[in-house]
């Protein structure tokens, strides 16, 4: 039974890819994918789809795709009725929360006003602390909220922390460490259990030999 | 006001609707040979019948409405606790045990544009009372009902509740921890599961234990693997009594058709027991899932051990194809010989259906089509 694999474009896509090839799979149409949405393994029976990050749950949830490669933030924020079922260690950066430095956002009085784009992890991390939060959904760049006055503070993923520097702001707390993550749908896993675990163990070993 | 049917909630007409139809009587036939009766209970409770249900119902998952009282009605979200209040309504003093079936629309509000459903057709059954056989006997009737479906391939999986439940309250005491852990158990959250165990103070053998939970899935081999994980007596008798289910499944010839799955934990602690789904090659998500509750029946006022399951049939539609074509007879007529047509057509309905279609010919003509 062939599989099918969704994979994340843009930040995890080239990363995953190498690890792909390194463990030995076909992945020559991936990396020159032209205008082709579907894109089979030249040496395995299974495909690969490039998607964006929602719909990378949304195709596992439904079980068009078997496994799903994504970061683990675009998990956090999404539904959960798939199986996570292994880190990959690549594409690592963390959630944190960030203000101007005199912002005193943890001593505010009343509710604190949060820009993100992760609407529900700011909510959980704020409400774990018994914090009163009201959520701004930002879509561009988060980093400008706090500084033209919209909000207090802001929950983003941070890389490097450079963009954050270069305007000021300054990190307060991490709330969640980000990998990128295997998910893989319920059924495939009990119907096609064997092509889902070799896809598993050549991936975990992999990650141990190459990433670690 | 917009013309169109609210978000999750579809129309279905021809083919589809037969398909349903079939589904839904092989289930009821199934369920009726099985020895369980048909009830039809209304698709709102009163909130509050759901409340005393669940100890933490999910209730942004209900659709809330209000009677001329105001107070809150839902539409049902399950089958299992309608019929529960039932049983603590109407079967106070009957005898045990009782075997209930049902088909009805249940509602749950889905995240939108996720491609679920708000409304979907469960057909099922509860046995209340009964003990240890009656786990057995609604494991048949599960099996047997999905191979009467027209659904190709399938796996059936066991679990049992009180594996993980009795594993985890011998190590913690916080049922939120508890609830926490069961929750990565059985979304097979590996890489939290790590991070999660890591931070309890556990020794070597009940890290083990935990970690190698959501592996335990395969035949009947993954009860003697999960007999060297074990780190308390009791654990191995979690085992014992699942490998002798087993073999009485055995002995009535369904081995080939039951896997195991340990790493299946009580949502809510609701099960309290065995706990099984299915899953069908062509949907994602599992299409038949029961177990024991013997916690729920005494919030309805007579406590008695039951079990049930419940398929949803909606997904099962797009499976299978239907086996016969349908035969139907169109009768052209001159519409001044009305008449003579409406009485040919009589005599011919009691071998297949008649549409009566008028036309500007002289003549009355029968056509056949498929």
Redesign the interface.
């Known amino acids: 039974m062939s599989l099918r694999i969704a994979l994340t474009k843009g930040r995890l896509e080239t990363k995953t890819v190498d690890l792909l090839e390194k463990m030995g799979y076909g992945v020559e149409n991936v990396r020159n994918k032209g205008r082709a949405l579907v894109l089979p393994d030249t040496r395995r029976d299974l495909d690969y789809v490039l998607v964006k990050s929602n719909d990378c749950i949304?195709y596992?949830?439904?079980?068009?795709a078997d496994i799903g490669v994504v970061g683990k933030d675009t998990l956090m924020e999404g539904?959960?009725?798939?199986?996570?079922?292994?880190?990959l260690k690549i594409g690592k950066c963390c959630f944190i929360v960030a203000s101007l430095p005199d912002a005193g956002l943890f001593e505010k009085k009343g509710h604190i006003r949060i820009g993100t784009k992760y609407p529900n992890v700011a909510r959980k991390y704020f409400n774990d602390r018994g914090l009163d939060v009201e959520i701004i959904k930002i879509d561009g760049s988060v980093e400008l909220s706090p500084l033209i006055g919209l909000v207090d503070g802001i929950v983003d993923i941070m890389e490097t922390g450079n963009t954050l520097r270069a305007n000021g702001l300054v990190v307060l707390d991490t709330c969640a460490d980000i990998s990128a993550?295997v998910i893989?749908?319920?059924?495939?896993?009990?119907?096609k259990?064997q092509e889902v675990m070799q896809v598993l163990s050549d991936l975990e070993e992999a990650v141990a030999k190459y990433v670690e | 006001m917009e013309i169109r049917t609210p978000s999750g909630t579809r129309d279905l007409t021809g083919r589809d609707v037969r398909k349903k139809r079939l589904l839904q009587k092989l289930m009821m036939d199934s369920f009726e040979k099985h020895g369980f009766e048909e009830v039809m209970t209304p698709a709102m409770e009163y909130y509050q019948t759901y409340s005393m249900a669940f100890d933490s119902l999910q209730d942004r998952q209900m659709v809330k409405l209000f009677d001329e009282n105001s107070d809150i009605l839902a539409l049902r979200l399950d089958m299992t606790v309608p019929i529960a209040r039932l049983y603590g309504a109407k079967y106070q003093d009957a005898k045990l045990p009782l075997r209930f079936c049902y088909a009805s629309n249940v509602y749950k509000i889905r995240k939108n544009f996720a491609g679920k459903r708000l409304e979907v057709m469960d057909c099922g059954v509860e046995l209340i009372g009964e003990g240890r056989i009656g786990d057995l006997e609604v494991l048949v009737t599960a099996l047997d009902t999905l191979s009467s479906l027209p659904i190709g391939n399938y796996a059936f999986e066991i679990g049992e509740a009180s594996f993980f439940g009795r594993a985890a309250s011998l190590v913690f005491e916080d049922p939120k921890t508890i609830e926490a852990l069961g929750d990565l158990i059985n979304r097979k959250s590996l890489v939290e599961l790590d991070e999660f165990l890591s931070r309890q103070n556990l020794n070597e053998k009940e890290i083990l234990f935990f970690r190698r939970l959501p592996w335990l899935n395969g035949g009947a081999e993954v009860l003697e693997e999960a007999r060297k994980v074990c780190f308390d007596e009791s654990l191995q008798e979690v085992i014992s009594s699942l490998k002798e289910l087993y073999e009485d499944l055995r002995s009535l010839g369904y081995e080939e058709e039951v896997r195991f799955d340990l790493g299946k934990t009580p949502y809510q602690n609701y099960y309290t027991g065995l706990i099984f789904e299915a899953f069908a090659d062509g949907v994602g998500t599992s299409i038949l899932s029961g177990g024991r509750y013997d916690n729920l029946l005494e919030k309805f006022g007579r406590p008695a051990d039951a079990r049930g399951f419940s398929v949803k049939l909606d997904y099962l539609i797009d499976l299978f194809e239907l086996p016969e074509k349908k035969e139907t007879c169109i009768l052209y007529y001159p519409e001044g010989r009305w008449q003579q047509a409406f009485s040919e057509a009589r005599e011919l309905r009691k071998i297949m259906p008649v549409v009566l279609t008028p036309w500007d010919q002289d003549e009355i003509v029968k056509e056949v089509v498929e």
């Open positions: 949304t596992v949830e439904h079980g068009v539904s959960d009725d798939y199986y996570e079922m292994l880190d993550r893989v749908n319920k059924a495939s896993l009990k119907l259990k």
